[in-house]
């Protein structure tokens, strides 16, 4: 094999180590994120369950406001 060809061969297996390491860095990126929303998720299902419990115990008569809307 000529220098040329080797020096070809070599920038290219060069050039996709780069993009897996790039895609592999995304992936980490955007599993961080989804992470992040899924803690977040979790605690807005426990206020919304711990709201509707409390609704629960005050009785059916009382006015249920949930973010400043009124729930019928």
Same mark, same amino acid.
């Given at each position: $094999? #000529?220098? #040329? +060809?080797?020096?070809?061969? %070599?920038? /290219? =297996?060069? @050039?996709? =180590?780069? %993009? /897996?390491?790039?895609?592999?860095? &995304? +992936?980490?990126?955007?599993?961080?994120? +989804? @992470?992040? @929303?899924?803690? !977040?998720l979790a605690l807005i299902r426990e206020l919304l369950v711990g709201f509707d419990s409390a609704v629960q !115990?005050?009785? *059916? *008569? $009382?006015? /249920?406001?949930?973010?400043?809307? &009124?729930? =019928?």
């Amino acid at each position: $094999m #000529s220098r #040329s +060809v080797l020096f070809t061969f %070599k920038a /290219k =297996e060069e @050039e996709i =180590e780069r %993009k /897996k390491l790039q895609d592999r860095e &995304k +992936v980490q990126a955007q599993l961080g994120r +989804v @992470e992040e @929303e899924t803690k !977040r998720l979790a605690l807005i299902r426990e206020l919304l369950v711990g709201f509707d419990s409390a609704v629960q !115990r005050q009785g *059916g *008569g $009382m006015q /249920k406001y949930l973010f400043g809307y &009124k729930i =019928e």
